[in-house]
C-alpha cells in the first residue's frame, strides 16, 4: 500500500474534522505524487522514441548506401517496424497519462468524502447523508504549478534554431554516405556521337581511394571505363552507372591514363575522377551517430516536449 493509500485510510477513519491545512497538505502530497509518476512515463517515452528514431534514421542511412536487394528489403522492414513501434509507444503514453490522471481525481474525491464525512456530527450521521449547507467552509485552493520564465524559453528556441541552421549549413542530413572532401583529378564531357574515348591525367596530391563520378540528367546512362597507371595494369575496368558510388585502387602520385567507351549514353554526360579518403557508399560510424543526434534535435525531442506540454494543459484545464 502506497503512503497516499495509508494517509486517505486513516482520513476516513478520523471522527473529528481534519483541519483546513493538513487536508491541504494531503492533496498537495497526492497530486505531487501522481505528477512524479506522469513524469517518470513521459521519461521513459521519451527516451524510448529517441531510441526508435535514432536507429531509423540509421537504417534510412543504411538503405541509401546499399545495391543490394535482399539488404534493401531487410532495411526496409527494419525501418517499418521501428515506425510502428513509435506509434505503439505514443499510444501506450497516451493511455498511461489517461490512466494516472483518472487515478488521482479519484483519490482527490475519496479526501473530499473524507473531509465531509468527518464534518458531520454524530446524530448527522445517523439521520441524513445530506451534506451541510451553511456555515461550511471552503477548502483552500491548490497551489498552481509555477509557469517556466521567459528566458529559458528564449534560450531554449535559439539553442534550437541554431542546431537546425548549422545541421542544413554543413549538410549532414543529406546523403550521409556521400564522400566529403574529394580532391579533382580529371574531368571530360562525352557526347554520344564519341563511342570510345581516351585521356591522360596527373596525381599531384596522394589519396586513399579513386572515386569516379558520372554526372548527367539520364539516371540510364553507364560507360565502361578503365585506369591504370602508365606502364602497369588496370587497377579498375568496368562499367559505371549514373550515381553508382564505386572507389578503387589507391590514388598514389603519378601519372594515370583512362579509357572508356559508351555503352548507354542519352545526349551528352561528364566523367570526372577525383580522390577521397572513405569509402564511398559506406558512412562512417561518426556521420550516422551525428545525423542521428541531429534528428533527435531537431525533430524527437521538440515534437516529445510539445506533447508532454499539451497533454498537462489539457489536463489541467
Not at 513524469?39 to 527516451?47: D, G, I, N, P, R
Not at 588496370?234 to 602520385?253: D, N, Q
Amino acid at each position: 500500500m502506497e503512503p497516499i493509500d495509508v494517509e486517505l485510510k486513516n482520513a476516513f477513519a478520523r471522527q473529528d474534522p481534519i483541519p483546513a491545512a493538513e487536508s491541504a497538505a494531503i492533496k498537495h502530497r497526492i497530486i505531487e505524487a501522481f505528477a512524479r509518476k506522469q513524469k517518470s512515463v513521459f521519461s521513459l517515452m521519451t527516451v524510448y522514441l529517441v531510441a526508435l528514431v535514432l536507429v531509423i534514421i540509421a537504417l534510412i542511412a543504411l538503405y541509401t548506401c546499399t545495391s543490394s536487394i535482399k539488404d534493401c528489403l531487410l532495411y526496409g522492414i527494419g525501418i517499418l517496424i521501428m515506425f510502428e513501434s513509435t506509434v505503439l509507444m505514443k499510444l501506450w503514453y497516451w493511455v498511461m497519462h489517461s490512466k494516472i490522471a483518472t487515478v488521482r481525481e479519484i483519490k482527490l474525491v475519496q479526501l473530499s468524502i473524507a473531509e465531509l464525512k468527518a464534518r458531520l456530527s454524530p446524530e448527522e450521521r445517523r439521520t441524513t447523508e445530506a451534506l451541510p449547507q451553511e456555515n461550511t467552509p471552503e477548502p483552500p485552493p491548490v497551489p498552481a504549478a509555477p509557469a517556466p520564465s521567459t528566458p529559458w524559453w528564449t534560450i531554449l528556441s535559439i539553442v534550437w534554431l541554431l542546431a537546425v541552421g548549422g545541421c542544413i549549413y554543413f549538410g549532414r542530413l543529406h546523403s550521409p554516405a556521400e564522400p566529403r572532401g574529394v580532391t579533382p583529378y580529371y574531368e571530360r564531357t562525352i557526347a554520344a556521337e564519341e563511342p570510345e574515348w581516351r585521356g591522360s591525367f596527373e596525381v599531384t596530391k596522394g589519396r586513399v581511394r579513386f572515386y569516379p563520378q558520372l554526372m548527367t540528367p539520364e539516371r540510364t546512362s553507364r560507360v565502361w571505363i578503365s585506369v591504370a597507371q602508365e606502364g602497369r595494369e588496370p587497377m579498375y575496368a568496368g562499367s559505371l552507372e549514373c550515381g553508382a558510388r564505386i572507389s578503387f585502387g589507391h590514388a598514389v602520385p603519378g601519372r594515370y591514363v583512362v579509357r572508356g567507351r559508351n555503352e548507354r549514353v542519352h545526349g551528352s554526360l561528364v566523367f570526372r575522377i577525383g580522390g577521397v579518403d572513405e569509402i564511398p557508399g559506406q558512412p562512417s560510424f561518426g556521420r550516422i551517430l551525428l545525423l542521428m543526434l541531429s534528428a533527435a534535435l531537431t525533430v524527437v525531442i521538440p515534437i516529445a516536449w510539445f506533447q508532454h506540454r499539451w497533454l498537462r494543459r489539457a489536463d489541467l484545464a
